[in-house]
């Protein structure tokens, strides 16, 4: 037999025959598959520009619109058919520049709001196609599920007394007004929420009448703030303009909060330390600070923003897509509010950024869970009851120290537990640090002894 | 004209078939000649090439890959024009809109920027191959600078073109990316004014940079190219390859441009072709969602090529880290043909057997220290916290710096004392410390930095929020 030989020129031929035919077949069946390519991408485009819009509503609609869109009071439903076959164009319209004489304010930047013509254009596929029920999850995940009890009801003895006073009558009725119309928003006895500013304020009762009329009837541009102008008559806006002023004559709890913070007992919060520490603590960390698998909770915006009832709802139904379960489905009501009690219990030291400790444990082990000791609330600080007999006990004090302070502002934010170096290795980093550190020897062993060679 | 095609009788349709198809090989030498100037590619290239410089693992054809891409690039480049508004959001819009509608929108998207990171790799290892076997040295030290620019056009039109697509990616990289300019003294805030037309990355730059992407760098590379292929025919062709020991074959065979070298371009170019079809195919180039000033990612990266000076920032004042290394480093490489004269091994890898074991030991060597040191810098050294009145400049910039210089001053002393090395040997292996160095810093800034640039494992890297 002879042995094959082969020119290398016919390789090169063979390889450019080779290329060629892979392109012109390569685009031949990209071009087939295009259309459901295409398709495909539409339909992943819209399930993104659906997540951000859901993200969106609960931001800035649910409050006024319901979770699901259904709707509060004299706030029209959006999750109607009627809308879902509408014009996009006169959706868009109404959210970019409002409806004049209705609660609805401008949210287009271009008119003062704080949306961009590309978020609205989400929030109008969201209106037209939307998913309500999904919509409805997302706010809740987000705690930003509007109250229940949208309207409060006014203290009705503190009213009687109100009425009593020299020119009362104004007053009271415009304690009723605001709990019918403002309280969702303002928050009890006009004490302010994550919505919407204090009422209950010197600096409000420093601006002029003329000036806090103007507000009431018109609204802010570029706020959740409406014009009342329509809604409410003149009388109302002058009893509720009397409220604004003379706020500090209104005994406190005369317009009680829609939402009652969980009680927390000594009892409840060493429950809910247990239930945290066996349940909770994998993913979030033995003191809420957080991990790789879950975000952190001990952080004090987190904390100041979600109410204890958000939290209940959050642990309750869990996080869809996410690894948060629903607990609502192993544990009972009472055992979930003690959790929650115990996570409120942190947000008198909870830091301002979150420091997610890196509980880096024995490669063997896997992470570790320090022990840590459960705070009641100390008086005032919270929304809570609290018992005399709690001791405050710093928590996340003495963590660890700061590592990684390189030069040039490469200060970590993060915390690293102190462990023996050693128990801080997988076997992945080993591997990688052994690797380079033998390729590299390797190479100057092998330079050095030709070196050695060439120099003899 | 010939008679023939002047004869009323034939028909248009012969007329153009003769025309278009490749005449009878002539047979006297005037029509030869006719014929060699008639020809493209006899243009551009001689009509005839040494065989030693047709081997493949001697160029790696990576020059003749570069101009491919950057033909590629200027050919999806203008279709993704007739697509495209540089103004935000729209811009945004437009980039979705060739993803979700315009049909092969998401392939020419896909090729472009495939290429144009691509293009950065391709030039930076033809830079290298060049160096390695000495072609940078005179008379080709034109081309030498010609490249350098050309490589600095082509990271700048990467970086330009970075900011189109105007999604978080693409609005954080940039604004990281220019913000390292505003540390050169004097210049830098005005430069950055100027490039960016406002305080911060918006709709200015998104039309400055649209503006350079598609007019000043194309241009600037294509006549770069052009004079850059020119002088490779004027300094007398690529450098004929010798063998290690350094013996010149006495007389170079020659064989004939075509078909011998143009069969191996032409191979090259359709195998790289597939090559980069396939992976536009299937690897879709990255889009996040719209920019938005308010929300910026952690942590914040430039695009991957600056993440090198990026981490250098991280261990140095940023007068150093940005400015002084950066352009030592360029003016360095600038000068290197005027400093590195000698042409006896032009054409040898690694100039010598020495020089290639003191590569290796290079390789190591930056291999070895690079890593060590940044976990020193990290963990350990802080110049700033132990030497608190002095200026930053002095205990986060002078002082590193000195001690690395030292460092490798001292390195460069063993070797010569050791080994009986000459200075082009030790300019290579300085070179290679430097830009293994410089790979190494831009793996661990690509890889290994995570919120707050703290260092974790890639596997250990926590997902954003």
């Known amino acids: 037999m002879k042995p094959i030989h082969i020119k290398p020129r016919t390789i090169e031929i063979l390889a450019g025959i080779i290329a060629t035919a892979m392109i012109v077949t390569g685009i031949a069946l990209y071009a087939w598959n295009e259309p459901s390519r295409l398709q495909q991408a539409q339909a992943a485009q819209l399930a993104v520009d659906l997540d951000g819009a859901m993200t969106l509503y609960a931001h800035n609609c649910a409050v006024c619109h319901g979770a699901a869109g259904e709707g509060i009071g004299a706030n029209p439903a959006l999750s109607t058919p009627a809308l879902q076959t509408s014009d996009p164009e006169s959706i868009t319209k109404i959210i970019s520049r409002g409806l004049y004489g209705s609660a609805m304010p401008a949210w287009s930047l271009e008119d003062g709001g704080p949306l961009s013509e590309y978020q609205i254009d989400q929030l109008v596929s969201l209106i037209q196609n939307g998913d309500w029920q999904a919509t409805q999850e997302r706010v809740v995940n987000l705690g930003l599920a509007p109250l229940i009890p949208f309207v409060s009801e006014a203290d009705p003895e503190i009213l009687a007394g109100l009425a009593a006073l020299p020119e009362g009558g104004a007053l009271a009725t415009g304690i009723s007004l605001y709990a019918e119309n403002c309280v969702a928003c303002h928050g009890a006895d006009g004490a302010g929420t994550t919505l919407a500013p204090a009422l209950n304020d010197p600096t409000v009762r420093a601006q002029s009448a003329e000036a806090l009329e103007r507000t009431l009837r018109l609204g802010v541009a570029g706020t959740l703030m409406a014009g009342w102008e329509k809604a409410l008559d003149d009388e109302q806006i002058a009893a509720l303009l009397e409220l604004m002023l003379r706020w500090d004559e209104v005994p406190g709890g005369a317009i009680p909060a829609p939402d009652e913070p969980i009680l927390v007992t000594e009892e409840s919060l060493a429950l809910g330390s247990e239930l945290y520490t066996a349940s909770c603590a994998n993913c979030h960390g033995p003191t809420g600070e957080g991990s790789q698998r879950a975000p952190s909770l001990n952080v004090r915006s987190y904390l100041a923003e979600t109410p204890d009832a958000a939290l209940q709802q959050i642990i309750t139904l869990g996080v869809p897509e996410t690894s948060m379960p629903a607990w609502g489905d192993r544990l009972i009501e009472a055992q979930i509010q003690a959790i929650v009690g115990f996570i409120r219990s942190w947000e008198p030291t909870a830091p301002e950024v979150a420091q997610p400790v890196r509980v880096r444990g024995p490669w063997w082990q896997g992470s570790t869970s320090a022990g840590s000791s459960p705070q009641l609330p100390s008086g005032g600080a919270t929304t809570s009851a609290s018992p005399d007999t709690a001791q405050p006990t710093p928590v996340g004090g003495d963590l660890g120290k700061h590592q990684g302070s390189g030069a040039g502002g490469a200060n970590s934010p993060w915390v690293v537990q102190e462990l023996p170096w050693y128990q801080t290795l997988d076997p992945r980093s080993i591997a990688l640090g052994l690797g380079v550190v033998f390729l590299a020897s390797l190479l100057v062993l092998v330079a050095l002894r030709g070196l050695r060679r060439l120099n003899r | ?465």
């Open chain 2, 1 to 465: 004209m010939t008679e023939e095609s002047n004869s009323g009788n034939d028909s248009p349709l012969n007329r153009m078939r003769r025309r278009l198809t490749p005449p009878e090989f002539p047979t006297d030498d005037r029509s030869r000649m006719r014929m060699v100037v008639d020809s493209l590619i006899l243009h551009l290239h001689p009509t005839k090439v040494p065989r030693s410089t047709l081997r493949w693992t001697y160029t790696w054809g990576l020059g003749g890959l570069s101009a491919l891409l950057v033909m590629l690039l200027a050919l999806t480049g203008v279709f993704l024009q007739m697509n495209y508004t540089p103004s935000p959001p729209q811009a945004y819009l437009d980039v979705l809109a060739l993803r979700t509608d315009t049909w092969f929108g998401d392939l020419l998207r896909n090729l472009h920027h495939w290429s144009a990171n691509l293009l950065i790799v391709t030039s930076v290892l033809h830079l290298l191959r060049v160096f390695f076997t000495g072609a940078h040295r005179p008379p080709r030290e034109v081309n030498w600078l010609l490249g350098i620019g050309m490589l600095l056009l082509v990271v700048g039109g990467n970086f330009t073109g970075y900011l189109l697509p105007w999604d978080q990616l693409a609005y954080w990289a940039i604004t990281v990316g220019t913000s390292i300019l505003t540390y050169i003294p004097v210049i830098g805030q005005p430069l950055s004014g100027l490039l960016l037309g406002g305080p911060e990355v918006g709709a200015p730059t998104l039309l400055t940079f649209y503006s350079l992407h598609i007019s000043f760098i194309p241009l600037g590379i294509l006549a770069l190219m052009s004079y850059h292929f020119w002088r490779v025919r004027k300094d007398g062709g690529l450098t004929i390859p010798k063998s290690a020991s350094g013996r010149e074959e006495p007389a170079p065979e020659r064989v004939t441009t075509i078909p011998h070298l143009v069969r191996r371009e032409v191979v090259w170019a359709a195998a790289w072709l597939a090559i980069l079809f396939l992976w536009a195919m299937l690897i879709p180039a990255p889009l996040e969602g719209i920019a938005d000033p308010a929300v910026s990612p952690n942590p914040a990266k430039a695009p991957w090529y600056f993440l090198g000076i990026q981490e250098l920032l991280l261990h140095f004042h940023p007068l150093v880290g940005a400015v002084i290394i950066p352009t030592l480093g360029l003016g360095a490489l600038a000068l290197m043909p005027f400093y590195d004269i000698h042409t006896e091994n032009v054409g040898v890898y690694f100039r010598s057997y020495r020089g290639r074991y003191i590569s290796l030991l290079a390789v190591g060597g930056a291999l070895l220290l690079t890593p060590l040191w940044v976990l020193l810098d990290e963990y350990v050294l802080d110049w700033a916290a132990w030497l608190p009145n002095w200026p930053t400049l002095l205990s986060n910039g002078a002082i590193p710096l000195a001690i690395v210089l030292l460092g490798i001053f001292a390195l460069d002393e063993i070797l010569r004392r050791s080994f009986r090395v000459n200075t082009e040997e030790r300019v290579l292996a300085l070179f290679i410390f430097l830009f293994t160095a410089l790979v190494v810093l831009t793996i661990i800034g690509i890889f290994f930095r995570g919120p707050g640039m703290a260092l974790y494992w890639p596997w250990e890297m926590p997902a954003l929020h």
